[in-house]
């Protein structure tokens, strides 16, 4: 199936922890994302890469590092977990930067006890 | 700073009615809206846009609008359908700014 894919789904963890979260499209695009739906629902822009070169870095604590091995993935690091880390982080895909609509994986659930 | 909108957090319709979701927007520089739909434990998935250069766009049972001078667009779905039942987001593009800008979205749920 041609999709983006992120895993785990699910991650539960406690504070001080560090986690990673992996992202994988097979849509031939050139641009990944990486999304956070915070506690007022919004969807706000973390990181974007295209072609593996990092485009948009908002503002976002050092904490969180993306890596992009090759266009077809995006893979978000997080350090020193904080309780309002607590998020659903998606990762998404387009073929041009911030035009036609992305693709989204399925979320993950961070929560961090 | 939102500069999308979403100001209805849930909206309830009858099936086989019309649901109309709105948006707001600040930035008079977006040049490309999109609607998205969201069930649960799964990403947004897109289901219309609009250029900034057109009032309308149609694709079979949702319509999108764009009011341009009030900086407002809205999303009719006609008839709705229980299928419909989901989050719908707002969002926006500038061109060369690479990403888009989401709502908060809006709960919609169909009563059959």
């Known amino acids: 199936d041609t999709a983006v894919s992120q895993t785990p789904k699910y991650l539960v963890t406690q504070m001080g922890n560090d986690k990673s979260i992996k992202c994988e499209q097979n849509l031939g695009h050139d641009t990944m994302y990486w999304y956070k739906q915070d506690s007022k629902k919004f969807l706000k822009i973390m990181f974007s890469y295209n072609n593996k070169e990092l485009i948009i870095n908002e503002t976002v604590p050092n904490r969180f590092s993306p890596k992009s091995p090759d266009k077809a993935h995006l893979n978000l690091h997080i350090n020193s977990l904080e309780l309002g880390d607590s998020a659903v982080y998606f990762c998404a895909s387009s073929q041009i930067a911030g035009v036609y609509g992305y693709t989204f994986g399925s979320g993950t659930r961070l929560t961090v006890v | 700073d939102q500069q999308v909108k979403q100001n209805s957090p849930s909206l309830s319709v009858q099936e086989g009615r019309i649901s109309i979701l709105n948006c707001d927007y600040t930035n008079s520089m977006f040049d490309y809206f999109l609607w998205y739909k969201k069930y649960p434990a799964e990403g947004p998935t897109f289901l219309i846009s609009?250029?900034?250069?057109?009032d309308k766009n149609e694709d079979g049972r949702f319509t999108v609008f764009l009011n341009k001078s009030a900086k407002h667009l809205s999303l009719h779905i006609v008839p709705s359908q229980p299928g419909d039942s989901a989050v719908y987001f707002c969002a926006a593009s500038l061109q060369g700014a690479q990403k888009l800008v989401f709502g908060q979205g809006t709960r919609l749920t169909i009563n059959p």
């Open positions: 609009i250029s900034s250069i057109k």
